[in-house]
């Protein structure tokens, strides 16, 4: 019996030694590949990725990766190991912040003094943090220090948030703005294909009503995030429309002297009146207009694959119908960098250089293709799309993107939405008077001049 | 020359012994009760009044939580006097004020009816206190459910009996917002207050229902002229305590809202504006300054609420 207890102690001991010692194939990973350079390296490999010189000798920088853990764990430790193989005596300690309150953390942090050394965060949250002049000027530590690194990113990303012209965060990954899905169960139901989809959003809304029309109210073309992301939402599509937001210096947004602002307004109205659109888009975040969307009411819905997951959390049998298509795009024909997610350094640092080097290893080539093996998101880093896995399409929805992404990336532009000082304000005031001509409170072209007058009151006060 | 006492006269030595021993006593006792109050008067002075004292000292300063705050004088009062939303912060702080007299009104017709001595009553009693002691969050996200268009609860109904044409805009019109809040702290408050008044209630003496009836009262006046004055304290407590409450509303509305406070801020209170400057824009010199004038309303307001409740009660003795 005591024999029988110590084999099974054993072997249970090996169990789950084996766990944390080696990578495991992932049933959910299906492209996670074992046998390269990012789960298998070699000393070459640690020498290629050793970029930074005056690295702090016995540094331990604190590490605070977002909404990752518990999921992507075993690919942060990996991320780690690799990185104190690479740089010997430095320890980095993975502290995972939830998806919830991470932002009042991160603040927290900096207010009680001792924030993580590399911080992963959204781009929407890195203006304040650089207007309060508390980190690290990625321009000078990278692209004046090593401008061979700095070329490596994809320039729109690099410049996604400025504050001054100058950028403080390093880009990580990136997610594909120019598809969206389309319930194909919708679309059989009412006799369309794919190619009588609207291509532009001048054609969308001609087609939000004859969605309406042939589905005797059932069905909408597609709803919006507006309670979230109204603020972004419509200077994007002022730019997407080619109507400049600002004049040439920077100093003032002129969008309101161009009547198409005016007009974008007057056809939301006018879609929102008609029923066209969900009202409920007035409120919704992007979380319900993706449950909208799940339940099977939505015909398109725009936002970046990673989030499709979601979808087949709610409602399998709509994601099995799914399609994706190009998404629709304004009369500029512009592609913008979507979603940016950003690594920053606090200015403070106790090691600038180690945590500098961690942040360019987690965005380096090899190991950012490695997590676009892990989930449909993509590198920030171009010298990834060499990696021939970027050329494969594989089995699931997301992967028929993957040969577009190289030249997406290397085409897209940065719409410089969010490089207002006092962001949060800004945003305020875009959705405040979006409302108001969305709601007849104001006409379209008054909301428009209050929105560009409380702006550049915003932009004057600096 | 040093006074002999007269035979059978206290000695003066022993008298202050004796006084002495007793002043010691009772300064032990003094020592023996602050020490008892001390552990609770830190807890208060490092987590009440010292924050108090901050927000007082930062509603004069330029302050964006992450770096040092710059002292900026009358500035943030200036500002806040001229903004509009502050404005309708405080207004609709007010409004909601609505909500004490339904939820009074509410709480006490619901606690006579569950002051009977009939089989099962506490199966009710506790039925409809649930929504005090469930999660505010919850009770959000269900309502957000029941408001919600084309096919929430009321909607969906409403459109399959034929009854409204277009749903009903509970959370996507600014008229509306405010009051589809206002329902859901009514919903959540009833059950609390109605545990109040139950206690008072049992406190009424019952012959005096017998007396009214045999001079004639009918069920009605019977309540209202001894059941209501028999419960004035605790409706002088239930006043105070929801509608100091009911200012300081806030998870309802982030709930309810998004985190939003409506279209077009229909429902910015005080204190979500407070929450906005402080924690969305970082305004914490700002936030504070709010705080410091939410508090002195608050503190007026109460103070306003019991001397007239109070002067009420003396006026019917």
């Given at each position: 019996m005591k024999r029988l207890t110590l084999i099974l102690l054993i072997v249970a001991l090996a169990a789950v030694v084996t766990n944390v010692t080696f990578a495991q194939e992932r049933p959910d990973r299906p492209n996670r590949d074992l046998t390269g350079v990012f789960w298998n390296p070699s000393q070459a490999d640690y020498d290629r990725w050793r970029?930074?010189?005056?690295v702090e000798e016995g540094a331990e920088i604190r590490f605070w990766p977002w909404a990752l853990t518990p999921d992507f764990e075993d690919y942060l430790n990996q991320i780690i190991k690799n990185f104190e193989a690479t740089y010997p005596g430095v320890k980095v300690i993975m502290e995972g912040q939830p998806a919830a309150g991470a932002r009042d953390n991160i603040r927290n942090s900096f207010a009680a003094g001792n924030p993580a050394d590399v911080i992963n965060m959204s781009d929407g949250w890195v203006a304040e943090l650089a207007e309060a002049g508390v980190l690290m000027n990625m321009d000078e530590?990278?692209?004046?220090?090593?401008p061979e690194i700095r070329a490596e990113y994809v320039d729109g990303a690099w410049t996604k948030v400025t504050f001054n012209g100058v950028s403080y965060h390093i880009p990580w990954y990136l997610a594909l703005s120019n598809t969206m899905a389309v319930n194909t169960l919708i679309l059989e139901e009412l006799g369309l294909t794919l190619e009588d989809l609207p291509k532009t959003w001048e054609e969308s809304f001609a087609f939000a009503k004859r969605v309406r029309e042939e589905s005797d109210g059932k069905y909408y073309l597609y709803s919006f995030p507006w309670g979230e992301l109204a603020g972004l939402g419509v200077l994007n599509a002022f730019v997407g429309e080619g109507i400049p937001v600002y004049n040439d210096d920077r100093s003032q947004v002129i969008f309101n002297t161009e009547p198409r602002a005016a007009g974008i307004l007057a056809a939301y109205k006018e879609m929102l009146d008609n029923d066209y659109i969900p009202r409920a888009s007035l409120t919704d975040d992007v979380r319900e207009m993706i449950d909208r969307f799940s339940e099977g009411e939505i015909l398109l819905l725009q936002t970046g694959p990673q989030l499709l997951r979601l979808v087949r959390e709610n409602n399998e049998e709509v994601y099995n119908s799914l399609k994706l298509v190009n998404a629709l795009v304004g009369e500029a024909n512009i592609r913008n960098i979507g979603g940016v997610q950003t690594l920053v350094i606090p200015k403070d640092t106790k090691f600038p250089k180690a945590a500098l080097a961690f942040a360019i290893f987690v965005t380096n080539a090899d190991t950012q293709t490695a997590f676009s093996r892990e989930v449909p998101i993509y590198s920030?880093?171009?010298?990834?799309?060499?990696?021939?896995f970027f050329q494969t399409t594989g089995t699931q929805l997301t992967d028929s993107l993957r040969p577009l992404a190289k030249e997406y990336f290397t085409t897209a532009v940065n719409t410089n939405i969010l490089n207002f000082p006092r962001l949060s304000e800004v945003e305020q005031i875009v959705l405040g008077e979006f409302q108001a001509a969305l709601l007849g409170v104001k006409s379209p072209q008054q909301a428009a001049d209050d929105m560009a007058g409380r702006i550049n009151a915003v932009l004057s006060s600096q | 020359m040093v006074s002999t006492p007269y035979?059978?006269?206290?000695?003066p030595l022993a008298a202050e012994a004796i006084a002495q021993g007793k002043r010691r006593r009772e300064r032990r006792r003094t020592l023996t009760a602050y020490g008892f109050l001390l552990p609770s008067f830190v807890f208060f002075f490092i987590f009440l009044i010292i924050p108090l004292i901050t927000v007082v000292y930062l509603s004069f300063t330029n302050y964006n939580i992450v770096t040092a705050p710059q002292w900026v004088g009358m500035d943030n009062y200036t500002r806040l006097f001229q903004d509009p939303l502050f404005w309708r912060g405080l207004r609709n702080s007010f409004i909601y004020l609505v909500v004490t007299p339904i939820l009074i009104t509410l709480s006490i017709a619901l606690a006579i009816v569950v002051n009977r001595k009939l089989r099962g009553i506490f199966v009710f009693r506790t039925i409809y206190y649930i929504p005090a002691v469930t999660s505010v969050v919850a009770v959000g996200m269900i309502f957000e459910i029941v408001f919600a268009?084309?096919?929430?609860?009321i909607n969906g109904v409403l459109l399959a009996l034929g009854w409204i044409e277009r749903p009903l805009n509970f959370l996507t019109h600014p008229d509306s917002t405010l009051i589809s809040v206002m329902l859901v702290t009514i919903w959540r408050g009833i059950g609390f207050y109605m545990v109040i008044f139950l206690a008072a209630l049992q406190a009424v003496p019952e012959e005096l229902y017998e007396a009214a009836a045999i001079d004639g009262a009918n069920r009605f006046q019977q309540h209202l002229y001894i059941t209501v004055p028999g419960i004035r304290p605790a409706i002088i407590f239930v006043a105070i305590i929801s509608s100091i409450s009911a200012l300081k509303v806030f998870e309802e509305i982030f709930v309810m809202t998004d985190g939003s406070a409506g279209v077009l801020d229909s429902a910015l209170t005080l204190m979500f504006y407070l929450y906005r400057q402080g924690f969305v824009n970082l305004n914490a010199g700002y936030a504070a300054a709010i705080a410091v004038i939410f508090t002195i309303v608050t503190l007026g307001f109460s103070i306003a609420n019991l001397r007239f409740l109070e002067r009420g009660s003396r006026d019917n003795r």
């Open positions: 970029v930074i010189d005056g530590a990278v692209g004046a220090a090593y920030s880093n171009l010298k990834s799309y060499d990696d021939p | 035979p059978g006269s206290p000695d268009e084309p096919s929430g609860l």
